[in-house]
């Protein structure tokens, strides 16, 4: 199912394409060259002074990894995250050899949109949650002091909303997506004032 961004001008078609949908093809499979492909978008994404915090645990469907961090989901997050080909945890490293790392989540944010945008150009799809537990994550994963475990990423093939089952859940996926106007999002001079 495709959503495509209703924009004020024409935008890149990869950045109206993206959005997050919930409904995963549980036979699909993420390929090797895929998860490939996502990281490595990841990894070249800008950061400060080139410090590179951002780090992911992998969870391809099938492995023990996948099924540690979709243990480590919250119940609402578990109950469609569960057919997609890959899981994801982006983690933010936020010491280095200089000290702390500055705009350590930003950088994981960066590399985080990167990987998501390879996802849409791989005919993928791809869901950023908050939904999980960093702690579980810790435990599971044996991270060190300095690794923060932020966001949890879904990445597979899209299915027909009816795979959600239950009758909200179809219609939130098939709902239409919203944006604040421009007017309220870009301001100048003075905070309120359009800057469109």
């Known amino acids: 199912m495709r959503k495509p961004a ?3 001008v024409p935008i890149a078609t990869l950045l109206a394409e993206r959005w997050s949908p919930r409904a995963y093809d549980e036979s699909a499979r993420v390929t090797t060259e895929q998860v490939r492909a996502l ?3 990841a ?3 800008p950061s400060f002074g080139n410090t590179q915090p951002a780090r992911y645990l992998v969870g391809v469907r099938g492995t023990p ?3 540690a961090i979709l243990a480590t989901l919250n119940s609402g997050n578990r109950a469609w ?3 997609a080909g890959l899981l994801l945890i982006g983690v933010v490293v936020t010491t280095n050899e200089k000290g702390d790392v500055p705009y350590a989540e930003y950088g994981l944010g960066l590399a985080s949109e990167n990987l998501v945008l390879q ?3 791989l005919g993928l799809i791809a ?3 908050a939904g999980f537990s960093p702690d579980a994550v810790r435990d599971a994963f044996s991270l ?3 690794a923060a475990p932020k966001v949890a990423i879904a990445v597979g093939s899209a299915a027909a909303p009816e795979v959600l089952e239950e009758d909200w859940r179809i219609e939130r996926e098939k709902a239409e997506r919203v944006r604040v106007p421009l007017a309220e999002f870009a301001f100048t001079d003075q905070w309120g004032k359009p800057a469109l």
């Open 65 to 67: 990894a996948f099924d």
């Open 119 to 121: 996802a849409v150009e």
């Open 39 to 41: 990281l490595e978008a």
């Open 81 to 83: 995250a569960h057919r």
């Open 43 to 45: 990894r070249w994404a």
């Open 6 to 8: 209703v924009t004020s």
């Open 127 to 129: 869901h950023q949650m």
């Open 144 to 146: 060190p002091p300095d």
